[in-house]
């Protein structure tokens, strides 16, 4: 089964600051990688599909890139209710969510 | 509005069983897979499995084959897990999300709470 890993585990950032967050697959999943957004006491909320493309009605800060088996996800310009754990999922293979990444503001 | 609406949260005992369930509105039902994630206290996402409502095709994740049961009655368009003999470590939120072709989850139910206590 494929294994997805993200770095950094957390991060603490200043409000406008550029917020990068890694995904790596254990094998090439072409662009099937999907990143949510979770809020804490919600439920997740999908951001980006198929590695870059932005979900209707999600803000343009957010965006993604990568394929293979390196992805990115940046938040150009962070934002107060940016504040979530960060998650990417694989579909190449069923599915495999990453362990998540924390993003509070510094 | 498509909208997965689940029931409310469950405080069971160990060995019981619980059959929890996510009402789907607002798309055709029949048509897009649903899928149950889990999420433990404090802990990332887990996907358990996905089922497609119109001929009952199921998939599991390995690490819960035999563990639990999704189930779904397109006539009620609803979406079920079930347990029949629940542990402690089934304590958790668990949320149903619907997927088009097996690829991303978009929506999400609300999230049920079930915690597993003596």
């Known amino acids: 089964d494929i294994q997805m890993t993200q770095s950094p585990a957390s991060l603490s950032a200043s409000v406008g600051d550029r917020v990068t967050i890694t995904c790596q697959a254990s094998?090439?999943?072409?662009?099937?990688l999907n990143w949510y957004q979770q809020k804490p006491g919600k439920a997740p909320n999908l951001l980006i599909y198929?590695?870059?493309n932005l979900e209707t009605g999600v803000p343009s800060r957010f965006s993604g890139s990568g394929s293979g088996t390196d992805f990115t996800f940046t938040i150009s310009s962070l934002q107060p209710e940016d504040i979530a754990t960060y998650y990417c999922?694989?579909?190449?293979?069923?599915?495999?969510f990453g362990p998540g990444t924390k993003v509070d503001i510094k | 509005e498509v909208q997965l609406v689940q029931s409310g949260a469950e405080v069971k005992k160990p060995g019981e069983s619980l059959k929890i369930s996510c009402k789907a509105s607002g798309y055709n039902f029949t048509n897009y897979w649903i899928g149950w994630v889990r999420q433990m206290p404090g802990k990332g996402l887990e996907w358990m499995g996905i089922?497609?409502?119109?001929?009952?095709?199921?998939r599991y994740n390995p690490s819960f084959q035999g563990q639990v049961t999704i189930s779904s009655d397109k006539s009620i368009t609803t979406a079920y897990l079930q347990w029949s003999s629940l542990k402690a470590s089934d304590t958790a939120i668990y949320f149903c999300?619907?997927?088009?072709?097996?690829?991303?989850?978009?929506?999400w139910g609300q999230g049920t709470l079930v915690t597993v206590s003596s």
């Open positions: 094998q090439d999943i072409s662009n099937y």
């Open positions: 999300a619907r997927t088009g072709s097996v690829d991303w989850f978009d929506p």
């Open positions: 089922i497609y409502p119109d001929d009952s095709d199921t």
């Open positions: 999922q694989q579909y190449d293979n069923l599915f495999t």
């Open positions: 198929d590695a870059s």
